[in-house]
């Protein structure tokens, strides 16, 4: 079992699966408090028209997507907040664009895209080198900009009328925060794909918060969370000849119910006793 730690492909899935983690895990919680999960989704699956994009003109479908997914997470940012337009209707509006740009621009691109799939649904497995430089990138990025901003990310995930009431320019730290969240999509997009992202995005937040309301504590257990989840699917994908993506997937799911559901039972164990 232990031989597969010595394919090399199989190492950069973990590096892959390590990176995505962090990025995720950090960012996840931020979605989660300001509960902007449908936003965070529009943003993903605009992605897609990047994808297409770096088929079309071959360039890497990874930074085609970086692209594409800043752009949307901007324009989604400046039209729910400058026009009259309800969220959801931007949001699902940019989510159909960014889709149906993908399938034109693969759609003109001559010969057969091979890892297309590995883009929609995930393949850890299949992380090249050059792709795993870029998420190291990104990561570096996201951190930088967490570290810097983080006392104004906090503010405007639990009070933004009162940070602008301050005089703090939230719209524009709002505008930030939607970039993050576009980077943390393109790292996360080889490890379960563009389908299956908001899964990974909000699952290991979630269950951080069951444990604590700090925000600092959050983020490190919802990393802890992430890499546990990343890495049993991944392992599991590959010894039973399963889909990575969907597989880790399926492993942050069961370990969420069986954790919230264990909570659950422990709490109502403790009330009888404590009454008696």
């Not at 962090?22 to 965070?40: E, M, N, P, T």
Request: aromatic share 10%; charged share 10%; proline share 3%.
């Amino acid at each position: 079992m232990f031989d597969i730690f010595g394919y090399h492909f199989m190492q950069n899935a973990m590096l892959a699966a390590l990176l995505a983690s962090i990025a995720c895990g950090i960012i996840g919680v931020y979605v989660v408090s300001k509960r902007i999960v449908f936003i965070s989704g529009g943003i993903a699956h605009a992605s897609f028209g990047g994808i297409g994009l770096g088929y079309f003109i071959g360039i890497s479908p990874v930074l085609g997507a970086t692209i594409f997914s800043i752009i949307s997470a901007i324009t989604m940012g400046v039209s729910t907040r400058r026009t009259r337009l309800p969220e959801d209707t931007v949001i699902g509006i940019l989510w159909a664009t960014g889709m149906a740009l993908g399938a034109i621009f693969i759609s003109l691109t001559p010969g057969y895209t091979t890892n297309l799939f590995s883009y929609l649904f995930g393949n850890i497995l299949t992380v090249p080198d050059s792709e795993l430089l870029l998420i190291l990138i990104l990561d570096v990025v996201i951190l930088a900009v967490v570290v810097l901003l983080y006392k104004e990310f906090l503010a405007i995930s639990f009070d933004e009328e009162y940070s602008t009431v301050i005089g703090m320019p939230t719209e524009k730290i709002y505008l930030i925060l939607l970039c993050l969240i576009a980077l943390t999509i393109v790292v996360m997009i080889r490890v379960v794909g563009i389908i299956l992202v908001i899964a990974l995005l909000t699952i290991p937040a979630s269950l951080a918060r069951q444990f604590t309301n700090d925000m600092k504590k959050m983020m490190v257990l919802s990393v802890i969370f992430s890499i546990i989840f990343t890495f049993t699917g991944l392992f599991l994908s590959y010894i039973l000849d399963l889909a990575s993506g969907a597989t880790i997937i399926i492993t942050s799911v069961i370990i969420f119910a069986t954790v919230i559901s264990t909570r659950k039972l422990l709490s109502s164990t403790r009330l009888p006793s404590q009454k008696m």
